[in-house]
């Protein structure tokens, strides 16, 4: 029998799930609601039925799985069991790693060889694996969404901060005095980088192009419509979107001067826009970085299967 691996991507909305083989090819995928408002047991007690459902038929176990792992939107302590803080989950301080080795015991055994994990380390895991950040040593994953989050990789290893406490780079000051973060300081890269500044200034500059494709409906501003607007060449669009490309040119130059990074992927919904954002994202980042040259900087491969390989691939790394 071969050996697999199950990837959970736990989200506010959908709890994805996939079983893998051992070169990382996914052979089975399964998703469900998240429970909202249920605890840690509840929910862990959901990842193994989903679990189930992909490893048995007809009570016969279809896969020996060796390990599972478990991405969530929030932070996770030093120690890997506990999860400090996830808002779109409703959990905090859970023992999430004893509660889903706890469920994963139940029934049919699969394994309790688990793992947790925050979802944009799982993606950079995933990107590095088998996307664009395959075969680079020093590597960053910039995830440009809702907030702007993401991983590292060090001499090959995800970086987990020097006492474990993680990464933010997201919360990165770029701008000295600039606008409010989620965070309560002001001028993060997360409150200029984001896929929400692009809608906000959006809905500030509500006219031209913009108000016809939001259909005159200033509540249906997207990210992709400021973009799409910028790329038709609409005036303000354009002067939004470039000053987005400084912001974000200043962040990964600053992440690039401090790491000297071989490989940076943009990911996130705001990746969508593609060369319109990367060509002057290599541009500004060669003028704001204090080396000669730099490393690539390219869109990442994986969209939404990055949180569920990540996840099954946590065991390695
Ligand atoms: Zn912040």
Known sequence: MSRYRIGFDVGG???AAAVYDEHYNMIEKASVPFPRGKDVYFVCRVLKNLADELVFENGVKKYDVISVGIAVPGSIDSSGETVIDAH???????PMLTASKEAFSEGKEITQNIALINDADAACLAEHKKGVLRGATTAALITLGTGVGGGLIINGRLFKGGR????EMGHMIIEQGGERCTCGNYGCAEALCSATWLINQGRKNFSGMIKTLAG???DAVTAKIVVDCAKAGDEVALSIFNKYV?????????LVNVLDIERVAIGGGVSG???FLVNPII???GEKSFFRTHGDIAIAEFENDAGILGAALVHEY
């Open 13 to 15: 909305t959908n709890i």
């Open 88 to 94: 779109n989950l409703g959990f905090f301080d859970a």
């Open 164 to 167: 474990g406490s993680g990464v």
């Open 216 to 218: 005159g409906n200033i």
């Open 246 to 254: 400084e912001s974000l040119s200043s962040f990964i130059a600053s």
């Open 273 to 275: 826009a593609g060369d």
């Open 283 to 285: 541009r500004k980042v």
